[in-house]
């Protein structure tokens, strides 16, 4: 231990440290700054831990905390009161903040910035967002955010934020001035007395049997007061969302399956001394063949990954119509196979969950996209009843469909049990990229006939998905892939089969598109080449084919009112036609689970006290605004003042929705929201709310009618409803990004400034999709666990993007409300390919597109690679 001095926000402190505590853990777990939060685990390469350290911005986890001898520290805390306010009501005007997690590093930045520089630029800000890494918001707004703080910083003026209650309004994020100066906290903000910190045992190889697993040295460590292995367990031995086939901890003669199987975890007085223990653990291995691809998984009488099970984990088939006799009497008929790689959700917010126990129930705060699912599993590892497990959510920091499956939260509630005191779990950011479901490497074989004018005939489609390890939800991937496989598009005739397929390699499972950007890219690509072998151009052939009302989608499933593609489709038409470079698609995207799996959304409001009114929704608020569209709907029905309202997801309240998922939650959650508003308005007639004090009323919107896609029949409903987008994407002269333009049916836009948030930032992560991110593994280890070799694109790397948002309301809510989470990247890799096609004349079969012009405007020289094949 050594002791260092220096000065916080203008006060002096004195701390006693041991060795390797980063100044990052040492302002936060030792002195209660929240506003740096960690992303990165130490390797400066998000922004997030942003403070002022000598008066100049400093990623705090890259440096050692003895280094903090004699400084001057600024956090996000201890700026002016009046630069606080600029900033906070910059963003929240501008919508920028979505998750918010990255949000405080990116103020302090930004106040740096206009504290030395009078007359900002839009290239200084792009400059001096660099170090910066966002993952829900594609920068733009951020951007605005900073413009729109410049012009108050000298003056005595402040930004003014706009309050506006009605549906379709640009009304104000749900608490956004707490989260831009992170006061909003996230699990790993949460402090406890008596907490101990959590750390898991990862397995070091990907396949092999475990001979024996030593947990001495750790036990033998001053501090660390349990350490857990699967002997220790009493209740479920599986977790899964799906397939219960994830060990909570494998157990000494077992098979580990990947380098993110769990074998123990600790519980210690500090997160550092934590993380040692858990690296003492000695395990002792048999090592096997590795099985990494899903050509090996299939080989004839190979070995398995799982003793129990067939590494075909799934087929999902789908036929309708005679495609050999229409393919035979096609005038053109092509054949392609396209490839799409392994992606990181790159989540800045690492997964963590603190669990406390209250008398017989075990309290655990969770930032998973489902706490009633989260409730289940954690009840079943327990062995105990649900009742006795309250899960909440806390805020949080981005999830993409990566936080679906239980990572930490079961074992933070373990701990919490076996020690008796509260327990936070953490992940670094080396074992989330290890631990947690990747959107899936596919292979996607696909033959293709139209007639002479263009019109299409029928599909055969084959594809393969790397489902990893652990099944997750990689069957309903396949599925969802499989279902969407011709696009937005009329076929008389398809056959479509999809094969699940464990690997030893890290897990896949749900990401944002959830299997449809892959096949988006491979469909859309089928009708530019069928587009030139007929003689048109790529927008009259997808003006012929677009899906009408009364027409079958992929699945056989008949359009209903809805339909909103062609619409989409004549907004970019002028756009598209006039840029020499520019290259088009369009997309489809399902809202709600569907295929056969129920859909339901509950929301509960609460009459709490005098001017206090509670809305208790089911689904988790990770960005997308969800809490703040189902205020703004409670408050346009029943004209409560949105300042009295606060939002909760908790399992304490009976709105069990399942999975924040499949683009749903706006549409469920928002019109249960609607009927519950309703229901209140009607008890409010004639009085008040002071005297409605301890009233509860509760929507439900059921959605209970559709079918799996391999059912057939004449009119299969698979989904509930679907929304539609067309994008352009538009090349300069030297081939590099110029311009997206995203036009999108969203229904009913019950929040345009979120609404236009969400498809920027998903435009962002399908270019990055399309030309640069890429996670590859060999022999089932990945070969880098950082986030800067992700190949992320930054501010300066991002084009603008035009959001053209159209509304073609859909029959099934009031409102008339479809998804647009997920369906913002669907067409986006497929437009950027066709762009490049008219760009180099060059057809591009393998995600991403290193080779491109495009490309290597962005990424280093090592990575420029040859995606000619």
């Given at each position: 231990?050594s002791?260092?001095?220096f000065v916080l926000n203008?006060?002096?402190?004195s701390?006693?440290?041991?060795?390797?505590?980063?100044?990052?853990h040492?302002?936060?777990?030792?002195?209660g700054?929240v506003s740096?939060?960690?992303g990165?685990?130490?390797?400066?390469?998000c922004?997030?831990?942003?403070?002022?350290?000598d008066?100049?911005p400093?990623?705090?986890?890259?440096?050692?905390?003895h280094?903090?001898?004699?400084?001057?520290?600024t956090?996000?805390?201890g700026?002016?009161?009046r630069?606080?306010?600029v900033?906070?009501r910059?963003f929240?005007?501008?919508a920028?903040?979505?998750?918010g997690?990255c949000?405080?590093?990116?103020a302090?930045r930004?106040?740096d910035?206009?504290d030395?520089k009078?007359d900002v630029?839009?290239?200084?800000i792009?400059?001096?967002?660099?170090p910066h890494?966002?993952?829900?918001?594609g920068y733009?707004?951020?951007?605005?955010?900073?413009?729109?703080?410049?012009?108050?910083?000298r003056?005595?003026?402040?930004?003014?934020?706009?309050?506006p209650t009605g549906?379709?309004?640009?009304?104000?994020?749900?608490?956004?001035a707490?989260?831009?100066?992170?006061?909003?906290p996230?699990?790993?903000d949460l402090r406890?007395?008596?907490m101990?910190?959590?750390?898991?045992?990862l397995?070091?190889?990907?396949?092999?049997?475990i001979?024996t697993?030593d947990t001495s040295?750790?036990?033998?460590?001053?501090?660390?007061?349990?350490?857990?292995t699967a002997?220790d367990?009493?209740?479920?031995k599986?977790?899964?969302?799906?397939?219960?086939?994830?060990?909570?901890y494998a157990?000494e003669?077992?098979?580990?399956?990947?380098i993110g199987?769990?074998?123990?975890s600790v519980?210690?007085?500090?997160?550092?001394?934590?993380?040692?223990?858990?690296a003492a653990?000695?395990?002792e291995?048999?090592?096997?063949?590795v099985?990494?691809?899903?050509?090996?998984?299939?080989?004839?009488?190979?070995?398995?990954v799982h003793?129990?099970?067939d590494n075909l984990?799934e087929?999902?088939v789908?036929?309708?119509g005679?495609v050999?006799?229409?393919?035979a009497?096609?005038a053109h008929v092509?054949s392609?196979?396209?490839?799409?790689q392994?992606?990181?959700h790159a989540?800045?917010e690492?997964?963590?969950s603190?669990?406390?126990?209250e008398?017989?129930?075990?309290?655990?705060?969770?930032?998973?996209?489902?706490?009633h699912?989260?409730?289940?599993e954690?009840?079943?590892v327990?062995?105990?009843?649900v009742?006795?497990?309250?899960?909440?959510?806390?805020?949080?920091?981005g999830?993409f469909?990566?936080?679906?499956?239980?990572t930490?939260?079961h074992?933070a509630a373990?701990?919490?049990?076996?020690?008796?005191?509260?327990?936070?779990?953490?992940l670094?950011?080396?074992?989330s990229?290890?631990?947690?479901?990747?959107?899936h490497p596919?292979?996607?074989?696909?033959t293709?006939?139209?007639?002479?004018?263009?019109?299409?005939?029928?599909?055969?489609?084959r594809?393969?998905?790397?489902?990893?390890?652990?099944l997750s939800v990689?069957?309903?991937?396949?599925?969802r892939?499989?279902?969407?496989?011709c696009g937005p598009?009329?076929?008389?005739a398809v056959?479509i089969?999809?094969?699940?397929?464990?690997?030893n390699?890290?897990?896949?499972?749900?990401?944002?598109?959830?299997g449809?950007?892959q096949?988006a890219f491979?469909?859309?690509?089928?009708?530019?080449?069928?587009?030139e072998?007929v003689?048109?151009?790529?927008?009259?052939i997808r003006e012929?084919?677009?899906?009408?009302?009364?027409?079958?989608f992929?699945t056989?499933?008949l359009?209903?009112?809805?339909?909103?593609i062609?619409?989409?489709?004549?907004?970019?038409?002028?756009?598209?036609?006039?840029?020499?470079?520019?290259?088009?698609?369009?997309g489809?995207?399902?809202t709600?689970?569907?295929?056969?799996?129920?859909?339901?959304g509950?929301?509960?409001?609460?009459?709490e006290?005098a001017?206090?009114?509670?809305?208790?929704?089911?689904?988790?608020?990770?960005?997308?605004?969800l809490?703040?569209?189902c205020?703004?709907?409670?408050?346009?029905?029943?004209?409560?003042?949105p300042?009295?309202v606060?939002?909760?997801?908790s399992?304490?309240?009976?709105?069990e929705?399942g999975?924040?998922?499949?683009s749903?939650?706006?549409?469920l959650?928002?019109?249960?929201?609607?009927?519950?508003a309703?229901?209140?308005?009607?008890?409010?007639?004639g009085?008040?709310?002071?005297?409605l004090?301890?009233?509860e009323?509760?929507?439900?919107?059921?959605c209970?009618?559709?079918v799996?896609?391999q059912?057939?029949?004449?009119n299969?409903?698979?989904h509930v409803?679907f929304?539609?987008a067309t994008?352009v994407v538009m090349?300069?002269?030297?081939?590099?990004?110029e311009?997206?333009?995203a036009?999108h049916d969203?229904g009913?836009?019950?929040?345009?400034a979120?609404?236009?948030?969400?498809i920027?930032?998903?435009?962002h992560?399908?270019?990055?999709f399309?030309?640069?991110e890429d996670m590859?593994?060999?022999?089932?280890?990945?070969?880098?666990?950082?986030?800067?070799d992700?190949?992320i694109?930054r501010a300066h790397h991002t084009?603008p993007v035009?959001?053209r948002?159209i509304?073609?309301?859909?029959?099934?809510s009031?409102y008339?409300i479809?998804?647009?989470g997920?369906?913002g990247l669907v067409?986006t890799?497929a437009?950027v390919a066709?762009?490049?096609?008219?760009?180099?004349?060059?057809?591009?079969?393998?995600?991403p597109m290193?080779?491109?012009?495009?490309?290597?405007?962005v990424?280093?020289?090592?990575?420029?690679?040859d995606?000619?094949?």
């Amino acid at each position: 231990m050594s002791r260092v001095d220096f000065v916080l926000n203008g006060e002096p402190i004195s701390l006693e440290l041991e060795e390797g505590v980063t100044a990052l853990h040492a302002l936060r777990d030792r002195l209660g700054v929240v506003s740096a939060k960690d992303g990165c685990s130490g390797h400066g390469e998000c922004g997030a831990c942003t403070v002022l350290w000598d008066d100049k911005p400093v990623m705090a986890c890259t440096r050692d905390a003895h280094r903090l001898q004699g400084a001057q520290i600024t956090t996000l805390e201890g700026l002016a009161t009046r630069k606080r306010e600029v900033l906070s009501r910059a963003f929240v005007q501008t919508a920028a903040p979505q998750c918010g997690y990255c949000i405080p590093g990116i103020a302090v930045r930004a106040a740096d910035l206009l504290d030395h520089k009078e007359d900002v630029s839009r290239e200084d800000i792009l400059k001096a967002l660099r170090p910066h890494l966002c993952r829900c918001t594609g920068y733009h707004k951020i951007v605005g955010a900073i413009e729109l703080a410049a012009e108050h910083w000298r003056g005595d003026t402040l930004p003014a934020v706009d309050n506006p209650t009605g549906v379709g309004d640009r009304a104000p994020r749900y608490r956004g001035a707490a989260i831009v100066m992170g006061e909003k906290p996230y699990v790993d903000d949460l402090r406890r007395e008596g907490m101990l910190y959590g750390a898991l045992h990862l397995s070091k190889i990907p396949r092999g049997r475990i001979l024996t697993v030593d947990t001495s040295a750790a036990l033998a460590m001053p501090g660390v007061h349990a350490v857990l292995t699967a002997d220790d367990l009493s209740g479920a031995k599986l977790t899964g969302p799906i397939r219960k086939d994830t060990p909570v901890y494998a157990a000494e003669g077992d098979l580990v399956h990947c380098i993110g199987t769990v074998i123990a975890s600790v519980a210690a007085e500090t997160r550092e001394l934590a993380q040692r223990a858990a690296a003492a653990i000695r395990v002792e291995y048999e090592e096997l063949p590795v099985i990494d691809t899903p050509a090996a998984a299939l080989a004839k009488n190979g070995p398995k990954v799982h003793d129990t099970r067939d590494n075909l984990a799934e087929t999902c088939v789908i036929r309708r119509g005679d495609v050999d006799a229409l393919l035979a009497g096609s005038a053109h008929v092509l054949s392609e196979t396209f490839h799409s790689q392994r992606v990181e959700h790159a989540f800045i917010e690492a997964e963590t969950s603190l669990a406390e126990l209250e008398g017989d129930v075990v309290h655990v705060y969770s930032q998973g996209q489902g706490v009633h699912e989260d409730r289940h599993e954690i009840a079943a590892v327990l062995g105990w009843p649900v009742e006795r497990v309250l899960v909440e959510l806390v805020s949080n920091g981005g999830g993409f469909g990566g936080k679906e499956d239980v990572t930490v939260q079961h074992h933070a509630a373990l701990l919490a049990v076996a020690t008796g005191r509260p327990v936070k779990v953490g992940l670094t950011r080396e074992q989330s990229m290890r631990v947690h479901p990747k959107r899936h490497p596919l292979d996607m074989e696909y033959t293709v006939g139209c007639d002479a004018e263009g019109r299409l005939t029928a599909a055969r489609i084959r594809i393969v998905g790397d489902t990893g390890a652990y099944l997750s939800v990689g069957d309903k991937i396949l599925e969802r892939a499989a279902g969407h496989s011709c696009g937005p598009y009329f076929f008389q005739a398809v056959d479509i089969e999809a094969l699940t397929v464990y690997t030893n390699n890290v897990p896949s499972g749900a990401f944002r598109g959830f299997g449809v950007n892959q096949t988006a890219f491979a469909i859309e690509g089928m009708l530019d080449r069928l587009a030139e072998r007929v003689g048109l151009d790529p927008y009259q052939i997808r003006e012929r084919n677009i899906l009408s009302e009364g027409q079958p989608f992929s699945t056989g499933q008949l359009m209903d009112s809805g339909v909103g593609i062609r619409q989409t489709l004549e907004a970019v038409r002028e756009d598209y036609y006039a840029h020499p470079r520019a290259g088009i698609a369009c997309g489809i995207k399902n809202t709600g689970i569907g295929n056969g799996m129920v859909d339901v959304g509950r929301a509960m409001v609460r009459i709490e006290g005098a001017g206090q009114v509670g809305l208790y929704v089911g689904f988790t608020e990770m960005g997308q605004g969800l809490h703040t569209i189902c205020r703004q709907i409670l408050c346009a029905e029943t004209g409560i003042d949105p300042d009295m309202v606060h939002v909760e997801t908790s399992t304490r309240f009976p709105v069990e929705s399942g999975m924040t998922t499949a683009s749903r939650a706006t549409l469920l959650a928002g019109e249960a929201t609607r009927r519950a508003a309703v229901a209140l308005s009607e008890k409010l007639a004639g009085t008040t709310l002071d005297a409605l004090v301890g009233e509860e009323v509760l929507g439900e919107f059921l959605c209970d009618f559709t079918v799996s896609p391999q059912t057939g029949g004449p009119n299969p409903v698979t989904h509930v409803t679907f929304g539609y987008a067309t994008q352009v994407v538009m090349l300069d002269e030297e081939g590099r990004l110029e311009k997206v333009i995203a036009a999108h049916d969203a229904g009913r836009v019950i929040n345009q400034a979120l609404a236009e948030g969400q498809i920027e930032g998903a435009v962002h992560m399908g270019l990055g999709f399309a030309l640069t991110e890429d996670m590859p593994a060999e022999g089932g280890y990945l070969k880098s666990t950082r986030l800067k070799d992700l190949n992320i694109l930054r501010a300066h790397h991002t084009p603008p993007v035009e959001v053209r948002l159209i509304e073609v309301p859909d029959p099934h809510s009031a409102y008339g409300i479809k998804g647009i989470g997920e369906i913002g990247l669907v067409p986006t890799a497929a437009a950027v390919a066709g762009a490049l096609r008219r760009f180099d004349g060059i057809w591009r079969t393998h995600l991403p597109m290193k080779g491109s012009a495009a490309a290597r405007a962005v990424l280093p020289k090592r990575l420029h690679e040859d995606d000619h094949a």
